[in-house]
């Protein structure tokens, strides 16, 4: 049974956003670490780029892997 792209990019979306809250979470906890300290806004905001370019790539690569299957 194939997925359409439509549930290809469903899938992809929500699995982004639940990472999304995981790594907002991971840069508040992780960053001060590393010496970097940075606001909420500063980080919902880093957090947002990183998510657009994670769907893109996870949508591209379950086509993929749909397309060779």
Partial sequence: MSQTRL??????????????????VTQILIFPVFGLH????QNLKM??????????????LRRLFERFR
Avoid: C, P, Q
């Fill in 7 to 24: 549930m290809s990019l469903v899938e992809s979306v929500a699995n982004v956003m639940i990472g999304y809250g995981v790594a907002v």
């Fill in 38 to 41: 940075t606001t909420l806004a």
């Fill in 47 to 60: 957090g947002a780029v990183f998510t657009v370019v994670s769907i893109a790539r996870s949508y591209v």
